[in-house]
């Protein structure tokens, strides 16, 4: 019943930027913990950033912090993830996720804690 629409992936040259949006419908939005994973063929899905219900908490890896940025506009049922400084190595299926019930700090990192999944946008990052 509660879907995940990522959206805003396409090619980009090193060093641009996109930005991805993921839409949820079927629940309240407004009171899940969202994060974005991302995924390599043959590899596993790892964690790249999350936001806690209210916007005001925010968890990255240490490489993603000053290129990365994740926001919400809970008016608009919308999770964003700003990417700049975009490295080939950041290739990959993103994918949006939501939690309805509360995710401990320790925790925001940890796909298993995660009730709802999108289908993944690809984000390729080539010269």
């Known amino acids: 019943q509660v879907r995940l629409v990522e959206s805003g992936g396409g090619s980009v040259q090193p060093g641009g930027s996109l930005r991805l949006s993921c839409v949820v419908s079927?629940?309240?939005?407004?009171?899940?913990?969202m994060a974005w994973f991302r995924q390599t063929p043959g590899k596993e899905r790892v964690f790249v950033a999350a936001?806690?219900?209210?916007?005001?908490?925010?968890y990255s890896t240490d490489s993603m912090k000053g290129r990365f940025t994740i926001s919400r506009d809970n008016a608009k049922n919308t999770m964003y993830l700003q990417m700049n400084s975009l490295k080939p190595e950041d290739t990959a299926v993103y994918y949006c996720?939501?939690?309805?019930?509360?995710?401990?700090?320790?925790?925001?990192?940890?796909?298993?804690?995660?009730?709802?999944w999108g289908q993944g946008t690809q984000v390729t990052v080539s010269a």
């Open positions: 079927g629940g309240t939005f407004s009171t899940y913990t």
């Open positions: 936001i806690n219900w209210g916007g005001d908490s925010t």
């Open positions: 996720a939501a939690e309805h019930h509360f995710v401990a700090a320790t925790l925001y990192n940890d796909s298993v804690q995660y009730d709802y």
